[in-house]
Each structure stands twice: as structure tokens, then as C-alpha cells.
């Protein structure tokens, strides 16, 4: 046989390919993704909603922030100081930040003064239209005012005080941090807290910088603890959550694999008493694997942590079909032919392969990046272990096994039991009696598309965040406004309009926002402060009470040359300037024209957003989180529709093999198991959820191998029986321990798999019972 | 607070001779704090001159204080205009001379609340406070007290240079030189101490 050996060559070197390439891969930069944003599928409308919510989280995220506390605010300085130079030295970070950022009122004097006519604080466009407005009390309010406030800009520049106002309200920074000694710090009841903020060298999303970081801060945290024992370290930012996601789905891939092959190696040595079949089996799942890992790795260019978790618990579902070709030589004893024997029982593998294809193939089409990059993974992983299976085992299994069927005659006697006592009457009214148990818990289901369930956040990082955002007073919120105009001026004056209407919200579920035309106002704006000054206060008007007041003649001039000259700051001059760095990222350029983001602090979900800016013009209210849950909820639909559709795919494939009484036969064992799991869900109040419906359509697609195999074996095939059980039970070890994974939609998928399966696995001799068993 | 206030009395009590050294900056803390909770409201006369480089001549202002323990500072001007400036922990009112209030809340401005913070501590001689912002050089006894205060670095070192005051029973003088050169120069006297507000007091802090 030529080709078959050529077929098997052929297809050990593409496995040898992609054993290298993942090879080459993992060797240089793990291209591990622990991103928990690249885990979201794209939700919004527009490229523009997209790019605006990727630079906020880039923003905020790349960032780590610490507080240190301490009760004595000495001592809380000289920590952080100390923890700011260790983390410095640690070389882990790009830059770190203790030193509060200073304003320096000569630059901003600088900046703005020769913009001044244009730049007018809300209070005071409101006192100059105003009729009682008196020049001359304006200005002798100003210069006897008891304290300057905020910045101090020169009476020759500024004699009214408006652009003193002006600087003092521009929203830099809409915290609770107030500078001391130089450092940003914060109080509470019991301790002063003081800011460090650390800007990881490389992405705080690869595994390099997060192991580099969290050293950094560990190293740090210990020095901290010992030469400040009573002090207390708070800290937040993406490079924690990835790492502990990355952690965390290490561990679990070590515990789901290890857990798997040890149930493997257990199972197949009490099956089989010999080491060639273990062996091989366990090298056409590591066929399946590398084949799997490569086609991700080539797809999509970097592998989820949570494909790769899911991917360790595919080895109990990819080794089925190596556990069957050995069962068979078993039972074949001293007459086995590798080749005779693989094309009787290639039939119930190929329909096997299909049906669990159906199952992962829905996960394939749905939008989130993880979970069809799960379905991808699983469907190339199954393809691999098959093909490996069909094309290798003949050839490196030619000789009889050592032993034969006589070990195996326990599995056997237990089905004798079942096909003695079990009448087609009697199966048909315990399914219905089951499902009729099943129906109250049916009506209890509920369903929760909480977007949450796709990340796995370790609670004490979480409530650290929650401690810093109560001290800092930033806003926890995932929404945020965006402002698109054809051009800078559009936006600008859309942007103000926002402002206006959002104002007057400010003390209604909203502490504050930061917009960019609070630094830097449209053309129009600035045009029509400095026609108000002209009208309200002309030089003619203001130069006598200048003098009156004692300022030097150089005022007067300077006001005349304020009013005459046309220089408003533009929205590009200012993005230049120092002070607007920190800012940047709120202005989006789009390929048609430019975008602003408007930050909400203090937003505590109760103001509509929707409604509030329904009426303006090129506002949108952008909600990431709502987004993604929107859309889980929609899939939600899209999975419940696809189920039964999945069902009539899965009868019709088995229809075609066995015919339409023994394909519903074979299905009914897995429709039950599915029914009795749902029941089970709506009595125990746990609530279903994309992922625990993506699970039940991998039971209608994995559940009916195992009826598949009991009568395609046939009840005189002992060892197949056991190969059945034996395969269930690796099967049911990795899901199970699937279902302890901390990521809540591996949890879900794991935990559903679990009961559906099982169920499966118990009712499947009802297939025989109903069919007639195949010989 | 009151760990400083029993210390400082241990001092007094044990130590006969630590009044002839300068008293260290909790124990002026505490004598202040002490004085306070004898009287929680103090009424004075105010004189402020400012000379600065913009101005022909210095710019003289002239009114009247309250300072009010727990609640804040009425600084009232009476020359030459009328208007008065409440500021309390949260918020600065403004009331001019028509009666016009404008009321500024310090979670609007950052800045503003910590001006205010730091003239309410000026004027109550509140010492601890003072102590978070400037490094106090404390000279003198208990009952003529002299303090230099240097800004620790921030954006008050930017605006300020240094603040000489002194006193004794209360706040007599404060003198701030400012970073550009300018300086103001502020005298208090005619000290009245007070138990309790006036209705037209408590109508500006807002009490009832």
C-alpha cells in the first residue's frame, strides 16, 4: 500500500512543519495575548468610537499607579520617595513619577497672555453681559482681593483678573490629590497617601515586562515593609491584571493538561496493561496540539490565554479517537489487521469527527476573538488528532496487541445488566419522565450577559483599584462622550455645546468632565469674548481707571493692544504646548476630519446619555462595557436560534450513516442529557450565559460520540464498551477541571460540559436499546 | 491634637525651663489650639499693604476679620470698596457691596480650595497646618512668638518665597514676599474674643 504510507509521510511532515513553527514562535517573544481588551470583539460603529476607546484605555492603562500611605505624612513622602527610587533603579520602567507635576505660572503666562481676549471663564462672560457689570469694582475687586487664587498672572497684563480665572478653572486635573513637599498626595481618616506613577518599559500586556515589572515591584514592596513597617502600598494598572491573567491561565494550563494526561495514562494503562498504545495515542494529540497552536498562530498571529486554557482540556476529547483504534485491536486479539481493521471502524470516527466539528464550528462564527479563536483551535486540534489517528496508528500498530478482551469483561457485564433489563417502552418513559422532572427548572432559567463573565479580575487587585479611585476620585466609569466635526472648529463648537448641556448636569450622578475646549475654545468662541470686551470695557473706558488705580501707564497700553489684536490659540498651537501633553489623547484624528473625547468623573451610571445628547450634533455616547454586553446578549439569541438547528445538522449527518430511526436513537441519549441539564440550571437559579449555551451545543456535538461508539461496536465488542468509558472519563476530567477555571466564561463552558456530558455518557446504551446494534 | 496639648503641658509642668528656649512647633500648635477652644471666635481690624512693581504707588486695604474655629474666616473689606469674603472648608462666598453672593465650591477648583485652606491656617495661626506646607522656623516664647515659613517645594514655592509672622495671645502681623518681588504686609489689632456668632456671622457661614 504506497499511497497509505505516502499519505502518512506526507502528512508527518506538515506536522513536523508546524511542530517547528510553534516551535520558533514560543522561542523567541511568547506570542501570548493577555490583553483583556483584544478579548472584546469591535463593538462600535466607527473606526473613530473604536481608535477613541483604544487611546483612552492606552492612556489609563499602560500605566501603574501606586499610593503610599503611611499616618505620618513625613513618613508617607520619605516612602514613596524611597519606593520611587527602587522601582527607578529596578530599570523595569520607562519612567517613574513621584514629583508632582509643576505648573509653572511664567510658561503658562507665556502661553495664554497673548491669547488673553479670547479666553474668558464662564462667570465672568456672564458678569461682562450682565447689566449691572461695573468696570470700576471689577477692577479694585481684583487688585484687593485677600489672596490670589491659583495662578497669579501681572495687574499690568491682567488688571481684571480674567485670565487669573480663566487659568485657575482650566480642568487639569479633577482629582483629590493635592501637591505637598513636591508630591501628589492625598488624606484619609487614618494616613496621608502619596502618588507614584510608573510607565512600564514595554507593553504592560507582553509577558517579558510583566515579569520584569512585577519583580520591580515586589523587590520594591519588600524594602518598603522593611525600613517603613507600618507604611501601606495600594497599587492598580493593566501590567498587574495581565500578569495575574497570565499567571493564572499558566497555572491552569499546567493543572488542566496535567490533570488530563495523568487521567489518560491511568485509564489507557487499566485498559490496555501496555505502553505502545499509550504512547501513541498520547503523540496524535500532540499532533493535534502543535497542529492547532499553529493554525492560531498563523490566523491570528497571537494565542489567547484562554484558547490556550481551553486548548489543554481539548487532550481528554482528542485522544477519543486513538482509545477506539486500540479498543479495536483489543477486542481483535491475535487476528488484528491493522488496515481491515481501521476501515471497519473508520466510518463511526469519520461521523464522530463530524458531528463534534458541527458542535465547535458555531464557536468559529461568533464575533468574539477568543471564543472563535477557541473554535478554531478546537476544530484544527480535533481535524489533526483524527487525521494522525487514520494515517499513522496502521502503520506503527501492525502487530496484535500483547493482551486481548479477557481483562476487559467488567464494562461488558454492567451493559449486559442495562440490555437485559432495558425495553424500548421502558427507555422512551424514563426519558419522559426525566424531562417532565426537568420542566419547572425550565421555567426558572434566567440569563445574564454581564460582560465580566469574559474577564477574570483577582478580587485583591480589585478592590486595591476601588481604594485608589475612592482616594483619587477618578472616574471608575467605562463611558465617555465622543465629539466628531469636519474640522477642528466643528468639533471645537460641538464640543461646547456638549459642555453647556453638560454643566448643568454637574451634581446629578456626574462629579465633573475634561474637555478640550475648556484649554483652548473654538474660533468663534474666542472671537466673541474679545467683541464682548471690546464693547463692555473699551481701552477708552479702561485706561483712566487703570491710572486711578495706581497701575503704571504700561497697563493702559497693554490693554489697547489686547483688544486690537485678532490671535486666537488654536486647537494645534495648543497641542504643541507642554502643558496640553497630558492631554493629547483626548483629541482623535479621523480620516474625515477630527474627533474629541470628553472625560466624565464621578459618572455614577444614572444620567442617559443617550437622551442628553440625542439633539447635538456629532455627539455620541460611547459605553464599551454596555457594548460588549449588548452584543453578548444578541449572540445569546443567536445560540439559542442555532441550537436546534445544530440538532437537525447533527441527525442529518447521523441519518445518513445509520439511518433516520438509529440516528435519532443515537441522538435522543444527548437531547435528554441536554434537557436534564437545563432543568437542572433554571432549579439551582444559575443563570445562562453565551458561553453555557456555546457549551450545549459542544454536548450535541462531543455527547453523541460516545452513542456513536457503543453501537458502532456493537454489545459482543467488550473492549470497545470500556474504550467508550475509558473516553468519557478523560473526557469528563478535563471539562470538569475546565470548570475550575477563574476566567467565568471557561467556567461556564467547563461546568455545563461537565453535567451535559456525563448525562450523555450514562444514557448512551439507550441507543442500543432503541436502534438495533450494528455488526 | 490632644497628645501634643499633653505633652506640651508635661513640659510646662516638668520643665520650668523649656519657656526660655524657642517653643517647638507642636507646642505652639497646641497653645493656639488652646486659645481656640477658650474663645472659638475672634474678631480683629485688618491693614493691608501691598507693594508691587505694577503699581505707582503701594495699594492699601483696610477691614475687618472673623475668624471662626471649626467654621472659617469672614474677611470683610471696608476701604475702598465694600465686599466681604467668607471662606469655609468647602467653599469661598463672595458678597459685594449690592449684596450680590457668588459662591465659588473649592471641588470646582482645585486650586482655590488649597488657597483657601492655606489662609484660613494663616489667620487661625493654625501651626500644624501651616507645617505640611512650609518648613517653620519657630523663635521667641510662647506669648511673643516670631515664625519664618519657607514653602516646601510645589507651586506655593513658585508664588511665594517666604512668610514672616508673629504674635502672641493671636496672629499680630504676616508678612508674605513674593516670588517676583512684589510683598504684602498685613497688621492686625483690636482683638475681641467671642463665644458665640453674630446673627449676620452665622447668616454668611450659612448657619441657621
Known amino acids: ?113 497673548p491669547h488673553r481676549a479670547g479666553l474668558l471663564a464662564p462667570g465672568d462672560r456672564d458678569a461682562l453681559s450682565a447689566s449691572s457689570f461695573s468696570a470700576q469694582t471689577a477692577l479694585l475687586r481684583r487688585l ?57 518599559l514595554g507593553s504592560a500586556f507582553a509577558a517579558t515586562t510583566q515579569v520584569r515589572v512585577i519583580a520591580a515591584v515586589a523587590n520594591a514592596e519588600a524594602t518598603l515593609r522593611d525600613e517603613t513597617p507600618s507604611a501601606s502600598l495600594l497599587r492598580t494598572g493593566a501590567v498587574f491584571y495581565g500578569d495575574a491573567a497570565r499567571a493564572g491561565a499558566e497555572r491552569e494550563v499546567d493543572m488542566i493538561g496535567g490533570g488530563s494526561l495523568i487521567g489518560i495514562l491511568v485509564m489507557m ?82 461521523v464522530a469527527l463530524a458531528t463534534s466539528l458541527i458542535g465547535y464550528g458555531a464557536l468559529t462564527l461568533t464575533p468574539f476573538p477568543a471564543i472563535s479563536q477557541i473554535g478554531l483551535f478546537a476544530f484544527a486540534g480535533l481535524a489533526a488528532a483524527w487525521l494522525s489517528v487514520v494515517l499513522l496508528l496502521p502503520l506503527l500498530a501492525r502487530a496484535p496487541g500483547a493482551h486481548d478482551s479477557r481483562d476487559v469483561k467488567l464494562p461488558q457485564r454492567l451493559l449486559r445488566v442495562w440490555q437485559d433489563r432495558a425495553t424500548p417502552g421502558g427507555v422512551i418513559a424514563l426519558v419522559v419522565a426525566l424531562l417532565s422532572a426537568a420542566v419547572p427548572g425550565w421555567l426558572h432559567l434566567s440569563t445574564d450577559d454581564d460582560v465580566r463573565q469574559l474577564v477574570a479580575r483577582p478580587a485583591a487587585l480589585v478592590k486595591q483599584e476601588a481604594s485608589i479611585r475612592l482616594l483619587v476620585g477618578t472616574a471608575g466609569g467605562s463611558r465617555f462622550l465622543l465629539v466628531e466635526g469636519a474640522d477642528d472648529e466643528e468639533a471645537l463648537r460641538r464640543e461646547e455645546a456638549l459642555s453647556a448641556r453638560l454643566r448643568t448636569r454637574v451634581g446629578q450622578g456626574l462629579a465633573g468632565y475634561a474637555a478640550v475646549s475648556g484649554f483652548v475654545p473654538s474660533i468663534a468662541t474666542q472671537a466673541a469674548m474679545r467683541a464682548l470686551l471690546q464693547r ?21 497700553e497693554a490693554w489697547r493692544h489686547m483688544l486690537a489684536s485678532d490671535a486666537p490659540l488654536t486647537l494645534r498651537q495648543w497641542l504643541e504646548l507642554p502643558l496640553a501633553q497630558p492631554f493629547k489623547y483626548q483629541v482623535v484624528p479621523t480620516s474625515s ?162 453535567i451535559g456530558i456525563s448525562l450523555a455518557v450514562l444514557f448512551a446504551p439507550m441507543a442500543l436499546t432503541l436502534g438495533r446494534a450494528r455488526q | 491634637m490632644r497628645r501634643q496639648m499633653t505633652s506640651c503641658v508635661f513640659f510646662v ?100 480650595a488649597q488657597v483657601g485652606a492655606l489662609f484660613r491656617a494663616l489667620l487661625g495661626a493654625r501651626v500644624d497646618v501651616l507645617a505640611d506646607l512650609f518648613a517653620v522656623v519657630p523663635e521667641g516664647t510662647l506669648d511673643a512668638w516670631r515664625l519664618t515659613l519657607t514653602p516646601r517645594p510645589g507651586p506655593i514655592a513658585q508664588a511665594i518665597r517666604e512668610i514672616r509672622m508673629n504674635g502672641g495671645r493671636h496672629v499680630e502681623q504676616i508678612r508674605i514676599d513674593e516670588a517676583n518681588g512684589d510683598s504684602a504686609t498685613l497688621v492686625f489689632r483690636n482683638f475681641r474674643e467671642d463665644r458665640t456668632l453674630l446673627p449676620v456671622e452665622r447668616e454668611r457661614f450659612g448657619l441657621r
Open chain 1, 536 to 556: 463692555t470695557l473699551p481701552a477708552e473706558k479702561v485706561a483712566p481707571l487703570l491710572d486711578e488705580a495706581g497701575l503704571q501707564k504700561a497697563a493702559a
Open chain 1, 593 to 754: 476630519g477630527t474627533a474629541l473625547i470628553v472625560i466624565l468623573s464621578g459618572d455614577d451610571g444614572s444620567l442617559d446619555l443617550m437622551s442628553l445628547t440625542a439633539d447635538l450634533p456629532g455627539v455620541s455616547a460611547i459605553d464599551k462595557a454596555a457594548s460588549v454586553s449588548a452584543l453578548l446578549a444578541e449572540y445569546r439569541r443567536l445560540a439559542t436560534l442555532w441550537l436546534p438547528f445544530a440538532g437537525l445538522m447533527v441527525l442529518a449527518v447521523l441519518a445518513w450513516r445509520y439511518g433516520l430511526r438509529q440516528g435519532a436513537a443515537i441522538l435522543l441519549p444527548t437531547l435528554a442529557a441536554i434537557g436534564i441539564a437545563l432543568g437542572l440550571y433554571g432549579a439551582v437559579g444559575v443563570s445562562l450565559t453565551l458561553f453555557s449555551l456555546l457549551a450545549l451545543t459542544l454536548i450535541l456535538g462531543s455527547g453523541v460520540n460516545y452513542a456513536i461508539f457503543i453501537v458502532e461496536a456493537g454489545p459482543c465488542a467488550p473492549a470497545s464498551f470500556a474504550g467508550v468509558l475509558v473516553s468519557a472519563t478523560t473526557t469528563l476530567l478535563a471539562f470538569g477541571l475546565l470548570g475550575l477555571s477563574s476566567m467565568p466564561a471557561l467556567h461556564q463552558f467547563g461546568l455545563l460540559l461537565l
Open chain 2, 13 to 112: 509642668l516638668i520643665l520650668p525651663f523649656a519657656a526660655m528656649a524657642a517653643p517647638t512647633t507642636p507646642e505652639l500648635a497646641a497653645h493656639m489650639a488652646q486659645r481656640f477652644e477658650q474663645a472659638p471666635v475672634l474678631r480683629a481690624e485688618f491693614t493691608q499693604e501691598k507693594r508691587m512693581a505694577a503699581f505707582r504707588k503701594p495699594l492699601q486695604t483696610r477691614g475687618q476679620l472673623t475668624v471662626v474655629r471649626g467654621e472659617g474666616v469672614i474677611w470683610q473689606i471696608d476701604a475702598p470698596l465694600k465686599v466681604a469674603y467668607v471662606l469655609a472648608e468647602d467653599r469661598i462666598v463672595e458678597i459685594g457691596e449690592d449684596g450680590v453672593t457668588q459662591i465659588r465650591a473649592a471641588q470646582d477648583m482645585p486650586g482655590l
Open chain 1, 144 to 200: 484687593h482681593q485677600p489672596f490670589q487664587t491659583g495662578i497669579a498672572t501681572d495687574p499690568t497684563y491682567d488688571p481684571f483678573g480674567f485670565l487669573q480665572r480663566w487659568l485657575t478653572q482650566l480642568p487639569f486635573v479633577r482629582t483629590q490629590l493635592m501637591p505637598s513637599d513636591g508630591m501628589l498626595t492625598v488624606r484619609d481618616a487614618q494616613e496621608t497617601w502619596v502618588l507614584v506613577v510608573a510607565e512600564p
Open chain 1, 1 to 113: 500500500m504506497r499511497s497509505r504510507e505516502l499519505a502518512a509521510l506526507i502528512w508527518l511532515t506538515l506536522v513536523l512543519v508546524a511542530t517547528v513553527y510553534v516551535g520558533h514562535r514560543f522561542a523567541n517573544t511568547t506570542p501570548l495575548e493577555t490583553d483583556l481588551l483584544a478579548l472584546l470583539p469591535q463593538t462600535e460603529r466607527s473606526a473613530t468610537a473604536e481608535a477613541a476607546v483604544r487611546a483612552l484605555s492606552e492612556q489609563l492603562g499602560n500605566r501603574a499607579l501606586f499610593l503610599v500611605g503611611h499616618a505620618d505624612p513625613e513618613h508617607a513622602r520619605h516612602a514613596a520617595r524611597g519606593f520611587a527610587a527602587r522601582l527607578e533603579a529596578s530599570g523595569a520602567f520607562k519612567r517613574v513619577i513621584a514629583a508632582a507635576p509643576e505648573v509653572d505660572p511664567l510658561a503658562l503666562g507665556r502661553t495664554y497672555i
Open chain 1, 269 to 350: 494503562w487499566l485498559l490496555f496493561r501496555s505502553l505502545q498504545p499509550l504512547a501513541l495515542s498520547l503523540i496524535t494529540v500532540a499532533c493535534g496540539i502543535a497542529c492547532a497552536t499553529a493554525a492560531v498562530l498563523v490566523t491570528h498571529d497571537r494565542i489567547h490565554l484562554i484558547t490556550l486554557v481551553f486548548g489543554a482540556s481539548l487532550i481528554g476529547e482528542a485522544v477519543d479517537y486513538a482509545i477506539q483504534f486500540f479498543a479495536a485491536r483489543l477486542d481483535a486479539g491475535a487476528s488484528w489487521q491493522a488496515e481491515r481493521s481501521l476501515a471497519r471502524i473508520l466510518p463511526a470516527l469519520a
